[in-house]
Nanobody
Framework: QVQLVESGGGLVQAGGSLRLSCAASTRTFTSYGLVWFRQAPGKEREFIAT????????YYADPVKGRFTISRDNAKNTVYLQMNSLKPEDTAVYYC??????????????????WGQGTQVTVSS
């Protein structure tokens, strides 16, 4: 079992930055690939970024490439999402998830068993 707790969401103006954190309670943190999804009202959950066990491989969805950075600190059992140049369309609930890693990353929500509760990010124009 893996418990995940996100933090760091909030209200920010367009062009601003936020850093989300997701702390995991597990003794086998490095066994998992980690991923961030987001879900806006009325929309499906959307893949944002994923990272492998070491942090050496990362993949991003096109809408966030060059603006968002995923990273992990295995000593702290935490994964981060640094979000820069935020846009109103980035407004959503952001979720982290943990699961097995495969080359290229897993990008479907159905492939993950462990989820955090989500944190709201609101970007005002």
């Amino acid at each position: 079992q893996v418990q995940l707790v996100e933090s760091g969401g909030g209200l920010v103006q367009a062009g601003g930055s936020l850093r989300l954190s997701c702390a995991a309670s597990t003794r086998t943190f490095t066994s998992y690939g980690l991923v961030w999804f987001r879900q806006a009202p009325g929309k499906e959950r959307e893949f944002i970024a994923t990272i492998n066990w070491s942090g050496g491989a990362t993949y991003y969805a096109d809408p966030v490439k060059g603006r968002f950075t995923i990273s992990r600190d295995n000593a702290k059992n935490t994964v981060y999402l640094q979000m820069n140049s935020l846009k109103p369309e980035d407004t959503a609930v952001y979720y982290c998830a943990a699961g097995p890693w495969t080359f290229g990353g897993r990008r479907s929500p159905d492939e993950y068993d462990y989820w955090g509760q989500g944190t709201q990010v609101t970007v005002s124009s």
